[in-house]
Structures are given as structure tokens and as C-alpha cells.
DNA sequence: TTGAGATCTTAACCAACGTCAATGAGTCGC
DNA sequence: GCGACTCATTGACGTTGGTTAAGATCTCAA
């Protein structure tokens, strides 16, 4: 009834649990938290970034603009990193990044990235990991994408991040799903009456 | 006129341009080239990595499975790597890999990863910066397959890998493209009528 | 030559999305 | 309340992809 919406990209599946209580706390007490405007931009395509996020509360949703045209990439909620930390210098933002509400934020910089993996050496190892595994996960997801219809697609949406559709408007959700805001709502009515006649 | 095809994902732009020519040739030395003949899997879905593949000669595809039916997701050919190196023990592959043509490949399995960057230490830093920035691309790929028309991916796919096109059947190319073969057939048709006015 | 198999094309029909335009519903500031 | 604005819905219409089925090539093997 209320499990707290699992992310898309299994983002997820908490690889601290590797770390010790101890160690935990220490990660903790090393995190810096920042509040973001709603509206306010992380950051923007092509700009080199400089920090990490992950959303403690609020919600973040990335796109691309493509002919002024903005289409949703994906959505961040609480507890889901926006972008890998262990990312190199150099690394150029593939996107746009904006924060949907009021945002808590965990930031991480270079330097402070550094300072934790000075104090939690192992971290480092798990994060290079988490980084592997969620580009094969990026993989799938565009596997998913080509494999499946618009409808599919939001069923697995309603599925899987059922509170994400009560949190953004549908027009941005019609983006992430690479169609349009009239064709989402007719697909909404579509279901609607197909599942009305299966729940007699 | 004859260059020879641009990948899809910048799997490209020899980063190893970083190393010195000395460096470059230890690393050539330390190749270890095979043959797998058209046909033969390099991996499935589900099984444990312990080898990552660079196509040195011949065309490499990958896919899923879904309802019985492939989708293609990606070719390989002459100079592409089909996963990026610096892969982490326990890493799953995520899709299967099929030869479509009698491959030469430079394969590495982890002791051989080990070995190389014992004897070149700056090449570990070059591939997880490269791992990354292909991270990005692959988010970048999945919003262009999503603002995009099937024409206009055919039409970039024709733009950035015009040989592929002549490589591979056209089902294939159908399901990487994300339709059926039906449809890729008129969609051709469509715009040689379209070009064959243009180019009065 | 004949037949089987694989691949590509074409046609006909339907379902679904895009576009354009109009209408509601909700919020906000005045 | 009122207008302005944003967002969701609906309808009409055209375009395009999916499906099904048929046919055209081509290759390969008997």
C-alpha cells in the first residue's frame, strides 16, 4: 500500500548495506546537505560538472532540449542519486537537470568526494560497481524502450513509481514516455475502461 | 567519401591517444587476439562477465529477448568494444552478443585486466573516465531514441553508419531501429520518393 | 531443375500517435 | 468575483506503424 515507489533504474538496492554501522554514520556525518528551489537547475547540458546529487526530499526530473523541445529523461525522488558519484574531471553533463519542488539535496564535490573516500576507502570499490551495474541497467532501459508500446510503458510506469504520477504533471510524464500529452490521456482513458471491465 | 563509419555511441575517439607511443605498443603487445566464427554467442543475458570483446575484424551484435522476439540494441564492428573494459567482478551480462560475421577480437578476460594495468597504471584512470563518459552517451542515446521518429533514426543511422546498412540484413536493422521489417521497408521507399525531388 | 529457406517488398486494413483546435478544471493574483 | 495562466481532456483528421498475407529474389542443396 505505501512501499515508497522503487526507482526505474535500480538506482536502488542500497549497496551501503556493505558498509559497517561505524562507517555508515561516518558517511553520514561527512554529507552535505544543501535546499534547492523548486525550479532551480542542477546543472545544464554541456556544462562540466562539478557535483553529485542525491535527493533527500523533493523530486528532480532531467531532460534533454532537442528543437526547443524539452523531453524528460527521468525522475529522481528521495533516495535516488541524480548522477554516479565517482565520476573523473572532465565529465560533461549529458543534460539538464531541475528540481520539480523545494529540494533537500545531498552535494558532493570533487573535494569532498576525495575526503570521503580518504575515510572510507572501500566506498570507492562500491561505488566504481554501482557505477558498472547502472550502465548495463541504462542498457535495459533503452532495451525496454525500443521492445515496448507507449502503453507498456506506462503500465510498467504505474507499476513501478506509482507516486511519481500524483507528484509531476502529465505532460512531463507523457515526455518520459516519448509521447504526447493528448496521446497519454487517451491511452489513460483506454485503460480505464478496460480495467473497469475486468475488476467485475 | 569512404570513411570508415563513425560508431553510434563515441566508443570512439581513441582515448588511448593519452598514452605514449611506447606505452601504446606494450599494450599492443599484450593483445590477446581470437577468432569466433559468424554465428557463435560471446555472452547471454544472465551469465556472468568474465571477458570483455573489442572487434578487431567482422560485426558484432547485441540483443535481448523478450517474448521470444530480439531486439537489437547496438553493432559492433572494426575498432568498437562491445562492453567497456574496468569491469568489476560479479557483473552480469545484460544482454547476449552474437557474431554476424566470421570476428577477429581482442579479447581480456580479469587476470589479463589485471596484468595490463599493472604495466600501464595510467591506462586504469583512461578506461573508468572512458567507462563514464560512455555512461552518459547511453543516456544521451535513449533520449534521441525517444524525441525521435523511426525516420529520423534511420535517417541518422544512414548519416553516421551508412556501411552498416550494407552489412547487415534489414530485419536486423528494423528491430534496432525499433520497428518491424514492414515498416523500415516503406519508410525507405518513403524517403527515396522524398530525396529523388531534392536533388533536382 | 526443383524445392526449401531466408530476406525484402507490396498491399490492405486497423489501431495508435501527432497535430490542431476547442473546451474544462484548477490555481493564482488582483 | 474576474481574468490570466497552466494543465488535462476531447474531437476531427491525417500520418504512420503493426498485422496479415502474398509475391519476388536470392541462395543453397539435392
Not at 45 to 70: A, I, K, M, W
Amino acid at each position: 500500500m505505501s512501499t515508497p515507489d522503487s526507482p526505474s533504474l535500480p538506482n536502488s538496492q542500497d549497496p551501503l548495506q556493505a558498509l559497517t554501522e561505524q562507517e555508515r554514520e561516518e558517511l553520514v556525518s561527512l554529507q552535505r546537505l544543501e535546499r534547492r528551489r523548486k525550479g532551480e537547475h542542477l546543472f545544464r547540458s554541456g556544462q562540466p560538472l562539478s557535483q553529485y546529487f542525491t535527493v533527500v526530499e523533493g523530486c528532480v526530473r532531467t531532460y534533454h532540449l532537442h528543437d526547443g523541445e524539452e523531453f524528460t529523461l527521468d525522475f529522481y525522488t528521495e533516495g535516488q542519486t541524480v548522477l554516479p558519484a565517482v565520476a573523473s574531471k572532465g565529465i560533461v553533463a549529458p543534460s539538464f537537470a531541475v528540481c520539480m519542488e523545494d529540494c533537500l539535496l545531498n552535494v558532493t564535490d570533487e573535494q569532498l568526494e576525495q575526503e570521503v573516500f580518504a575515510r572510507l576507502p572501500r566506498l570507492k570499490e562500491i561505488c566504481r560497481q554501482q557505477g558498472e551495474q547502472l550502465q548495463l541497467t541504462h542498457q535495459q532501459e533503452l532495451a525496454l524502450h525500443k521492445s515496448a508500446t507507449p502503453e507498456q510503458r506506462y503500465a510498467h510506469l504505474l507499476a513501478t513509481r506509482p507516486s511519481l504520477l500524483q507528484r509531476v504533471p502529465q505532460y512531463q510524464i507523457a515526455s518520459y514516455l516519448g509521447i504526447k500529452p493528448e496521446s497519454l490521456s487517451r491511452l489513460r482513458k483506454r485503460l480505464q475502461k478496460n480495467s473497469s471491465g475486468t475488476s467485475t
